[in-house]
T-cell receptor, first 111, second 113 residues
């Protein structure tokens, strides 16, 4: 199938904002998700957005959705060193029974 | 907080051997999934399972793979005759509904030698 696209690396300084971008493929996805994977760990659901919304804020996290361009972004305010991880964007497949992941963006937060 | 648990965390097996990866989904979840992540690559969907049957599977999930819910708590992935290219991290996940957020386990790292 088509790929969910993400940039592979992002480096920011502690205290700055991080913006991770994603282009998805399936316009019928009901939900779009962001997962976080710390080194050696599993996938942690970070946040998700319903496709009828264009923005969702959850503490330091802001998700923006542009359905016309199939573009999803995750903004992390006041980024901390503990935010260093790989962030995966995921869309639902047509059936809704599976997730199609991007390759992940590796976020490095430097002091 | 309820979580998906997977065992073992790491398994090494010889090529051609059968392996069974085990998962205990969150207890009130009805949908169960297996995904895999080959080192350095993206997380790929393998199979979803609901009401004791496969609801969807990917091209990766060929005849070498099978899933089972042998009792009320476990969900297993069996690979009948492992190949070198089966080496990957295998993630189990569960969700309450088909279109609701899936919670993932910590993964089992399978190494085929």
């Amino acid at each position: 199938g088509e790929d969910v696209e993400q940039s592979l690396f992002l480096s920011v300084r502690e205290g700055d904002s991080s913006v991770i971008n994603c282009t998805y493929t399936d316009s019928s996805s009901t939900y779009l998700y962001w997962y976080k994977q710390e080194p050696g760990a599993g996938l942690q659901l970070l946040t998700y957005i319903f496709s009828n919304m264009d923005m969702k804020q959850d503490q330091r996290l802001t998700v923006l959705l542009n359905k016309k361009d199939k573009h999803l972004s995750l903004r992390i305010a006041d980024t901390q060193t503990g935010d260093s991880a790989i962030y995966f964007c995921a869309e639902e497949t047509n059936s809704g029974y599976a997730l199609n992941f991007g390759k992940g963006t590796s976020l490095l937060v430097t002091p | 907080e309820p979580e998906v648990t997977q065992t073992p965390s790491h398994q090494v097996t010889q090529m051609g051997q059968e392996v069974i990866l085990r998962c205990v989904p969150i207890s009130n979840h009805l949908y169960f999934y297996w995904y895999r992540q080959i080192l350095g690559q993206k997380v790929e969907f393998l199979v979803s399972f609901y009401n004791n049957e496969i609801s969807e599977k990917s091209e990766i999930f060929d005849d070498q793979f099978s899933v089972e819910r042998p009792d009320g708590s476990n969900f297993t992935l069996k690979i009948r005759s492992t190949k070198l290219e089966d080496s990957a991290m295998y993630f189990c996940a569960s969700s309450k509904g088909g279109n609701t957020e899936a919670f993932f386990g910590q993964g089992t790292r399978l190494t085929v030698v």
